[in-house]
C-alpha cells in the first residue's frame, strides 16, 4: 500500500492548506504507476498529482475539499 | 492471455479523463512529435505554460527552440508566424485574449488571411492562431469577449470553437494539418482550470492515440425533438444543463447542436435539426448583432422559412461591453435562466 501526499506547491509554508481541485479516477479505479490520478491547488497555483505506484486507487480526499500540503489524500493498495 | 483477448485489447482505443486543456497541450505535443515543423510561440506559451493551461509542459518536453516566449507585441510574433508558415513550417501562434486581436489585425486580416489569395492561390500559410475567449469571471470588457463572430467574419480563415476536451484534442490536430490559417477560438470556462468555477463538463475522456475532428461538421450534443438548440462552446454545456432540466420538469426534448466550426459553418446540421423540430433557438456568447445568431436564423430563412413553426429565438449577449460588476456581467451572458426562459417561450411550456 502506497500513500498520495498533496504535493507541496509552496516551499515558503510546508504546511500551506489547498484544495484538491479534480480527481481524473475515480475511487477504485485500477491505476498504472506515474499515471495522472489529480489535480490540486494552492493558491490559484496548480500541480498535479500522479500515481507512485500501480495498483488499485482509493481516493481520501473529495473534489473541493481543502487539504495541507504533504497529508496523505490518496492510497494506491 | 490468450489471442481472443489480445485482440479485444487492441480493438479498445486507450481513453482516460482530461481536461480541455490538457487535451489541447496532448494534440500540439502529438503533432510536435510528428513533424519538427510545428512550433508554439506566443506570450508566457512557455515557462509559464500558457495562462489558461494551453501549452503547459511544451517547453519541458520541445525545448525552447520549439516553444517559444514572445515579447509583448502582438504584431510582432503573429507576423513571425506567419513568415514561418509562408516558409513552410506549421506554427501554432497564441493570442493571450481575443480582445487583443485589435492590435495585430494587420497581420491577421490582412496578411494571414489573404496571402494565400493574393499569391494567386501560390503560398500557403498553414498556421494556427490560438487564443482564449469568453467570460463570466470578471474580467470586464477588455478580457471577457467572443468576437469569434468577427473572425469569422473575414474571410480567408477557419475558425473553430470547441466545447469539450475530446473535441478540443481533435480539432487541435486537424487546425495544425490544415493548409489554411486556422483560428482556434477556446473558451476559459471549457478548459477545466483549478481556479475557474468549476464544470463538470470540463473533464471528459479523451482517447490517447492522435485523431482529427474534421472542421466544418457540427455534431448534435443532445437528441431531442421538440426544439432546436443551435451553440457554440461553454453555452453548449449551459444548453445540455437546461436540456436536462427541460426534460425533467416539462417533459420538453431539446436537441442542442453544437456547431464545433464556424467557418466553415455546417448548415446541413441546422436545417436537419431545424426540420424535425420545427422550432429554433440560437444561443451565443458573441455580440448579438451582426453574427453568428444572425447568419444561422438566415441559413434558414433562405432555405425554407416554412420549416419554422414559430419565430426564431436568439440568446446572445446585447449589444453592449462586458460589464465588470458580476451581477450586471450575468445580466448580459447566455446564462442557463436566460437560455430556459427563451427555450420555455419556444415551446409554450
Known amino acids: 500500500m502506497t500513500d498520495v501526499r498533496f504535493p507541496e506547491l509552496s516551499k515558503e509554508q510546508p504546511g500551506a492548506e489547498g484544495v484538491l481541485a479534480t480527481w481524473f479516477v475515480t475511487d477504485g479505479d485500477q491505476v498504472a504507476s506515474g499515471e495522472l490520478l489529480g489535480e490540486v491547488m494552492v493558491d490559484k497555483v496548480s500541480g498535479d498529482v500522479l500515481a507512485p505506484a500501480a495498483g488499485r486507487v482509493r481516493l481520501l480526499v473529495a473534489e473541493e475539499q481543502a487539504a495541507r500540503q504533504g497529508t496523505v489524500i490518496a492510497r494506491v493498495e | ?349
Open chain 2, 1 to 349: 492471455m490468450s489471442v481472443t483477448e489480445s485482440a479485444t485489447a487492441q480493438a479498445e482505443p486507450a481513453v482516460r479523463r482530461l481536461t480541455t486543456a490538457r487535451a489541447m497541450v496532448e494534440g500540439i505535443a502529438q503533432e510536435m512529435e510528428r513533424d519538427t515543423g510545428v512550433v508554439v510561440l506566443g506570450e508566457d506559451v512557455a515557462k509559464y505554460g500558457g495562462i489558461f493551461g494551453s501549452t503547459t509542459g511544451l517547453l519541458d518536453k520541445f525545448g525552447p527552440q520549439r516553444v517559444i516566449d514572445t515579447p509583448i507585441s502582438e504584431t510582432a510574433f503573429i507576423g513571425l508566424g506567419v513568415g514561418a508558415a509562408v516558409e513552410g513550417m506549421r506554427p501554432v501562434v497564441e493570442l493571450m485574449f481575443a480582445d487583443f486581436f485589435g492590435v495585430a489585425m494587420d497581420q491577421i486580416y490582412n496578411h494571414m488571411a489573404k496571402i494565400h489569395f493574393e499569391s494567386g492561390g501560390n503560398v500557403r500559410v498553414p498556421m494556427v492562431l490560438m487564443t482564449a475567449a469568453g467570460g463570466g469571471y470578471s474580467d470586464a470588457e477588455q478580457h471577457s469577449q467572443c468576437l469569434w463572430g468577427t473572425f469569422a467574419h473575414l474571410p480567408g480563415m477557419k475558425v473553430v470553437v470547441p466545447s469539450n476536451p475530446a473535441d478540443a484534442k481533435g480539432l487541435m490536430i486537424s487546425a495544425i494539418r490544415d493548409d489554411n490559417p486556422v483560428v482556434y477560438m477556446f473558451h476559459k470556462g471549457i478548459m477545466g482550470l483549478p481556479w475557474m468555477a468549476k464544470n463538470a463538463r470540463a473533464i471528459a475522456p479523451v482517447r490517447e492515440e492522435p485523431y482529427e475532428t474534421p472542421i466544418g461538421q457540427a455534431s448534435v450534443a443532445r437528441e431531442g425533438g421538440d426544439a432546436t438548440v443551435v451553440t457554440v462552446s461553454l453555452s453548449v454545456h449551459h444548453a445540455l444543463d437546461v436540456a436536462e432540466q427541460m426534460s425533467a420538469e416539462h417533459g420538453v426534448e431539446l436537441e442542442v447542436i453544437d456547431l464545433r466550426s464556424l467557418v466553415p459553418l455546417d448548415r446541413e446540421a441546422v436545417l436537419a435539426s431545424v426540420a424535425k423540430t420545427g422550432r429554433l433557438l440560437v444561443v451565443d456568447e458573441d455580440y448579438q448583432s451582426f453574427g453568428l445568431s444572425g447568419e444561422i436564423a438566415a441559413t434558414v430563412a433562405e432555405t425554407d422559412p416554412g420549416m419554422l413553426r414559430v419565430p426564431v429565438r436568439r440568446v446572445a449577449v446585447p449589444d453592449v461591453p462586458i460589464p465588470y460588476a458580476r451581477s450586471l456581467e450575468s445580466a448580459v451572458l447566455p446564462t442557463r435562466e436566460r437560455i430556459k426562459e427563451a427555450a420555455r417561450e419556444l415551446v409554450g411550456a
